[in-house]
């Protein structure tokens, strides 16, 4: 579980680095890569998910990273106790190192960096994410699709 969250840790920040800083594209704003599937567009997202919550900036700032904080220690503590399967560790493992990776973004710039964008079939998304949003998404998956603590549920 922490080899899996310091992985997810480490490929989001690496990946915001070369994207947003060596890539320039906090200037640039725009970047092309396979269009119109995969495009790289600097958006700064305050809230949560599709810039929910993003009213009060601040408040939201220091609550999200604290909620962060909070969320991976109880699923280290609850993941220890109540997973055994490799799948599921790992799910977990990549929901805590997305949630501070993200949460790192919070501290440093005040807002999470998000930078893939992804259209299709005559759709334009206006949305922009992170590898960290992908790292969350996948590792809840895993809770859900593998989980392993029904037959605990039920017999205790």
């Given at each position: 579980?922490?080899?899996?969250?310091?992985?997810?840790?480490?490929?989001?920040?690496?990946?915001?680095?070369?994207?947003?800083?060596?890539?320039?594209?906090?200037?640039?704003?725009?970047?092309?890569?396979?269009?119109?599937?995969?495009?790289?567009?600097?958006?700064?997202?305050?809230?949560?998910?599709?810039?929910?919550?993003?009213?009060?900036?601040?408040?939201?700032?220091?609550?999200?990273?604290?909620?962060?904080?909070?969320?991976?220690?109880?699923?280290?503590?609850?993941?220890?106790?109540?997973?055994?399967?490799?799948?599921?560790?790992?799910?977990?493992?990549?929901?805590?190192?997305?949630?501070?990776?993200?949460?790192?973004?919070?501290?440093?710039?005040?807002?999470?960096?998000?930078?893939?964008?992804?259209?299709?079939?005559?759709i334009n998304n206006p949305y922009t994410f992170n590898i960290a949003d992908i790292f969350i998404f996948a590792g809840a998956f895993a809770l859900v699709a593998f989980d392993?603590?029904?037959?605990?549920?039920?017999?205790?």
């Open positions: 579980m922490l080899l899996t969250a310091l992985a997810a840790f480490g490929i989001d920040q690496l990946s915001k680095w070369a994207v947003v800083h060596k890539l320039n594209l906090i200037e640039v704003r725009s970047i092309d890569v396979l269009p119109p599937l995969l495009n790289f567009r600097m958006g700064w997202n305050t809230g949560i998910n599709f810039g929910l919550l993003s009213d009060n900036p601040e408040f939201m700032r220091v609550a999200l990273v604290v909620f962060a904080i909070v969320v991976s220690g109880f699923l280290l503590w609850w993941g220890n106790r109540n997973l055994g399967r490799v799948i599921t560790r790992m799910g977990a493992g990549a929901i805590i190192g997305g949630a501070l990776a993200n949460a790192l973004d919070r501290v440093i710039y005040g807002a999470v960096a998000d930078f893939l964008n992804i259209s299709c079939c005559g392993d603590t029904k037959g605990e549920q039920a017999a205790g």
